[in-house]
């Protein structure tokens, strides 16, 4: 992970905000609490990973940034715009304009009727692109992402790894605020990963903020900025090559996995906490 600087606020803000973001859902047998009050930021022109285990709460915070989802409590927003004052239509009006989103699969991402080149002239249109700009961002992208010899080619015709790139390349027309993936690299050998990886950075040394869901050690450590979820909140973030723990507003500090396992901390536990020249120190009361 690269250390440097991340640009956050700017004159336009970050791709995406939340804060003390809740997401209930109502089962059969209760609420199911999957975020429990997430604050977290998305720089622009930078890749943010999200990781966390199985459950911890990742596809329901995907899908809030991707304004796919609305949070239950708590303020979220994408290129400036709160969802909470969105309705449906405002939602789907603010996807399509502000946000590219890749799915883990890349046959899930393309037409198969449609040549590469046709998949971007496509999004162009339903970003509102004029047609002589869109043609040109799309040589660019084609190039960009090594995929040039390929603008005539079907998917059927493209290596996974080469539409999974083309899917980016598709999320990207337009330059929408945020690029939203679910696991982009979970169906990709390790070597077209790394090229998948490469051309995400391509893509964000121009500009594009992208955010994904990931379990891929690989991904994360390509990513600039990792926020890593436990039980639908942020246990801690990897940023400028540090670990950062989160205090959130009420005062509770989440600690990462290994300094929980050091305390001995398994469910409810009492610990001694002394603050000391050095910093605040935790340790397990004997
Ligand atoms: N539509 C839903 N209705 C009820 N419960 C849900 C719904 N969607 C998710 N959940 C629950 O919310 C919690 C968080 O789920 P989520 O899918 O966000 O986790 P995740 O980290 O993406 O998991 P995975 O890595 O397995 O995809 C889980 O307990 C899940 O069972």
């Known amino acids: 992970m690269p250390a440097e600087t991340l640009p956050t606020a700017g004159a336009a803000g970050p791709a995406a905000r939340c804060e003390g973001v809740v997401r209930i859902y109502s089962s059969p047998t209760g609420e199911v609490h999957a975020l429990k009050g997430v604050d977290v930021t998305v720089p622009v022109g930078r890749t943010t990973a999200l990781t966390g285990p199985s459950g911890s709460g990742k596809s329901s915070l995907l899908r809030i940034l991707a304004a796919q989802d609305r949070p239950t409590a708590g303020h979220a927003e994408v290129a400036g715009r709160s969802l909470a004052g969105l309705s449906a239509r405002g939602l789907r009006a603010l996807r399509r304009r502000h946000i590219g ?92 990963t790394h090229d998948l990886l490469d051309a995400v950075r391509a893509l964000t040394r121009t500009g594009t903020s992208v955010l994904m869901a990931t379990h891929d050690p690989l991904a994360v450590e390509a990513a600039d900025h990792a926020l890593h979820l436990r039980s639908g909140t942020v246990a801690h973030e990897l940023l400028d090559g540090r670990r950062l723990a989160v205090v959130d507003a009420d005062g509770r500090l989440q600690l990462p996995d290994d300094a929980l396992a050091a305390l001995g901390a398994t469910g409810t536990t009492r610990v001694v906490v002394d603050t000391t020249p050095e910093g605040v120190v935790v340790r397990r009361a004997t």
């Open 101 to 192: 989103y890749v799915f883990a699969r890349p046959t899930d991402n393309l037409l198969r009727h449609l040549t590469a080149a046709e998949h971007l002239a496509t999004a162009g249109r339903l970003r509102r692109v004029p047609r002589g700009e869109a043609r040109e961002e799309a040589d660019h992208l084609l190039e960009l992402l090594h995929l040039t010899a390929r603008a005539h080619h079907r998917p059927g015709e493209m290596s996974g790894g080469e539409q999974q790139r083309l899917a980016f390349a598709q999320a990207v027309v337009g330059r929408p605020a945020l690029v939203v993936a679910d696991e982009p690299t979970g169906e990709l050998d390790t070597a077209t």
